[in-house]
């Protein structure tokens, strides 16, 4: 019940501008390996391969808890909706002036008919598909969006029922570290 009401006020402060977000150099190469540490953790038990592919070094102009927070919400939906034995892969790469984070699985899949929805608050897709019974209300990916557009940033999906979902998180570099790729 804590979490769905911290939740909610973070879209509600969100939604009246009444949120400041702390504006400072971020460096998400060692932000995604402790997001990757706690994914490792967390894909233990269900028997869930997290790796690192790629991360290459990129500064961004955020708020390291925020961006913390949304990453940790991919990754560990990626882990909820992953069979024993699946992977997650979380890359941080650079691309002109853009840092590219990707959360990719080899889960279940959403549905394309469900695409569109997947960020509406409150939405989840068929709680029977979920591995974690009773998990989640609904917000993550709601917060997760909210986050990248605070951050002048943008989320990307594309999913397959059966073979996995892969969310690409697009941010802003900051262009002295960009210019070097």
Known sequence: MTGLVESLLTLARADEGRFDLMREPVSLEPLMREVAETATILGEEPGITVSTPILQPVIVNGDAERLRQLFLNLATNAIKYTQRGGTVELSLETRHDEAIVTVKDNG??????????????????????????????????????????????????????????????????????AANT
């Open 108 to 177: 279940i899949g959403i549905a394309a008919a469900d695409l569109p929805f997947i960020f509406d608050r409150f939405w989840r897709v068929d709680r029977a598909r979920s591995r974690i019974e009773g998990s989640g209300v609904g917000l993550g990916l709601a917060i997760s969006q909210w986050i990248a557009q605070a951050h002048e940033g943008r989320i990307e999906v594309s999913s397959r029922l059966g073979r996995g979902t892969t969310f690409t998180v697009v941010l802003p570099a900051q262009r002295s570290h």
